[in-house]
């Protein structure tokens, strides 16, 4: 067998028990089938299935017993026949004893490889094991289990085993559930896996459907100090899977040629602008990097001269509190640090250390250069995973930290410095917490639900689905998403059924309005010109507004003009491109501001001065700038009585333009008294 070749014999019980969940063994055996032809089409796969009315099989004629055991397909290289033989399972009459079928699993890759152990030989047990299985001829069924999985053992087998239990109230002898799982217990304790699932959710993801063969991202040394180096072996933890790559594909070969590759090789020219009959050869051809309205040319031993080549290694640069690591931080995969396997000393170093930096709360910054010749230094920081079963060594997970140019740093006002009148009372709160704790995927009375190590990623299972579909018909319709797969990606209609006067109660705590898009030309009234009331309900917009979302969505504001001011100082500061757009509109105001009040004739500006006042206003507080509007309002009052114009003091006054207070924005240091009282006509 070659190195990445996997031979696999399925397991599936099919008697009376299993029949409700038949249906979802067959998808999640058909998409194992799936996978393997695009990721490992030279893999071998043999289908046994236990509690059939029938018996077929090699054992059962040669030595017998094994009744209701049949094998549905012999070993051999994955193809579309396959997926038949999953899609169509039998259903079966019988009790399935997954002991027999176990033995008639190895039976089969015993003869069909022998006594060699190459290559990876793995068996998948698909039950409920709620059946009793028979007595041995000669001694317990203890003794044969331990029998058994010495047999894999020796012959470099392993299995995994997935318990289906959908169902939590059985007419089944809880005894001899209990002793089916004690044996599986025995089976999985060496060489297999074992996990019990309870949905078909969870059936979908516990399924290994692909076998990736794990690949060191490094080995080599730790280096703590000059005179301290642990040896480590670093793998992936998590790694996103993605989409099979797509190839071209050339159907001009003769349909004879079955060596045929079908490949296209794609080879470009570079010709001469001046002369286009000329084609440009390589070594007139030379990269370049633009640099304001120049573009500099480097050349690749140039290129090579300026690459960053650090050495390979990993070293300490420190330790931080925990508590000072972000979550938002993490960037990229996450990998795993485990001592070198077989090394005592470096097992010790890394156990001593993971669990020093647990009891402190401690993590570690470490620099990473993962191989020789890499052109960047990772940053990351080390996280202790203490281990909770005493065969498995302690280890750290890394995660690979941003620098300063990959934060992305955006002003948003915090909540908790908002007024009271603008945070949720206690009956929202109530709301809002029973809606969490209805929508609860972890409760501790039931079984979690959507477990990351469970929950199959559902754009890829119909991708999987499709590709089998087009492979038998290539004008097949995209198949509808399936309904297991709509529990990942959709809520679960029944839970909010039964909680409809959880949802009900709070959308009645909320006021929910539509905020209607408006077209560019569109504007709306405003009832109020006028700043603050007696009621301390705060300065209103004054004039005609337009909606700065929608205008916003329109244009990429720069600069203030004349004619919109006030929507395109909001459209301004609703920019996220820089956080630098913000202190740009407020000094573009206050300068037009200035500006009008310098114009002014006979007050024809006061009503326009007055609504870019408003807006300023307005958007400091929503800034949480609110020292930026009142050191503004005083030099703009004293800029007016040094020019004689009282009579705009009078109109701001008139319009109770005020201070930002206290009460209005927390950062505030202007009392509530000292707001409402501002002498416009008499500063200093």
């Not at 670093?234 to 003769?254: G, I, M, N, Q, R």
Request: hydrophobic share 35%; proline share 6%.
């Amino acid at each position: 067998m070659a190195r990445n070749k996997e031979s696999l014999v399925l397991l599936i019980e099919v008697g009376p028990s299993m029949h409700g969940v038949l249906p979802e063994v067959e998808k999640v055996c058909c998409l194992l089938a799936e996978k393997k032809l695009i990721y490992g089409k030279y893999d071998e796969v043999g289908v046994v299935a236990f509690g059939t009315a029938d018996t077929k099989n090699d054992l059962t004629v040669e030595v017998g017993g094994y009744e209701n055991v049949t094998v549905l397909r012999d070993i051999k290289v994955v193809d579309g026949a396959l997926v038949d033989v999953l899609h169509q399972l039998p259903r079966g009459s019988a009790c399935g004893d997954f002991l027999d079928a176990v033995v008639v699993g190895m039976d089969m890759m015993i003869k069909k490889y022998k006594e060699t152990n190459k290559g990876k030989k793995r068996l998948c047990l698909i039950t409920n094991a709620v059946t009793p299985t028979r007595l041995p001829y000669e001694g317990t069924k203890e003794d044969q289990v331990k029998t058994v999985a010495a047999q894999m053992m020796a012959h470099g087998m392993k299995m995994d085993c997935v318990v289906v239990r959908a169902q939590k109230d059985w007419d089944v002898d809880k005894k001899i559930v209990e002793e089916n799982d004690f044996l599986l217990g025995l089976l999985s304790h060496k060489s297999s896996s074992k996990v019990y699932v309870g949905n078909a959710t969870s059936l979908l993801g516990a399924l290994r459907t692909r076998n990736i063969t794990p690949v060191t991202t490094y080995r080599g040394e730790f280096e703590l100090s000059s005179i301290m180096k642990i040896k480590v072996w670093v793998y992936k933890k998590t790694c996103e899977e993605k989409f099979p790559t797509l190839k071209k594909y050339s159907d001009k070969a003769p349909p004879t040629d079955k060596f045929a590759s079908h490949e296209i090789k794609v080879d470009y020219e570079y010709r001469s602008i001046g002369d286009p009959n000329r084609v440009v050869p390589p070594e007139q051809r030379i990269k370049g990097y633009r640099y304001g309205p120049q573009v500099v040319p480097i050349s690749s031993a140039e290129w090579e001269a300026v690459k960053f080549k650090p050495e390979k290694g990993l070293k300490l640069l420190g330790f931080t509190d925990a508590s000072n690591i972000m979550r938002h931080y993490y960037m990229k995969d996450v990998n795993l640090f485990i001592a070198e396997p077989g090394n005592t000393k470096a097992i010790l170093a890394i156990s001593a250390l993971a669990r020093a930096m647990k009891e402190m709360n401690k993590v570690a910054i470490v620099r990473c250069v993962w191989r020789q010749g890499q052109t960047n230094v990772v940053i990351g920081v080390l996280t202790p995973n203490v281990s909770a079963n005493d065969n498995v060594p302690d280890s750290f997970y890394f995660n690979v930290l941003p620098f300063a140019e990959d934060v992305r740093e955006f002003q948003f006002p915090s909540f908790s410095n908002l007024p009271s009148s603008m945070q949720p009372n206690e009956q929202q709160q109530e709301a809002a917490d029973k809606l969490v704790q209805m929508l609860d995927l972890a409760p501790a009375d039931r079984e979690e639900v959507l477990p990351p190590d469970l929950t199959p990623n559902p754009a890829l299972e119909r991708f999987y689905r499709s590709l089998e579909l087009r492979s038998k018909d290539p004008s097949a319709n995209i198949p509808q998403i399936d309904e297991t797969l709509k529990r990942i990606t959709e809520p679960n209609p029944e839970l909010l059924h039964q909680n409809t006067a959880v949802i009900e109660e709070f959308c009645r705590s909320f006021e929910l309005k539509e905020n209607p898009k408006l077209k560019k030309s569109s504007r709306r009234i405003r009832e109020k010109p006028t700043g603050s009331s007696e009621e301390g309900e705060g300065v209103a917009a004054a004039g005609q507004a337009m909606d700065a979302a929608e205008y916003t969505s329109q244009v990429k504001v720069e600069q203030l003009g004349d004619s919109n001011t006030v929507q395109e100082f909001e459209a301004m500061m609703s920019r996220r491109d820089s956080p630098d757009w913000v202190r740009k509109a407020f000094q573009s105001m206050k300068d037009k501001i200035y500006s009008l009040v310098e114009d002014s004739v006979e007050g024809d500006t006061y009503q326009k001065i007055l609504e870019c006042l408003v807006a300023l206003r307005r958007g400091c507080i929503c800034k949480q700038e609110p020292e930026q509007f009142n050191d503004f309002l005083r030099h703009l009052n004293k800029f007016c009585h040094e020019r004689h114009l009282d009579s705009l003091s009078d109109f701001l006054a008139s319009n109770n333009v005020m201070l930002i207070s206290k009460s209005e924005e927390p950062e505030s240091n202007v009392p509530d008294t000292e707001a409402r009282v501002l002498p416009l006509k008499n500063e200093p």
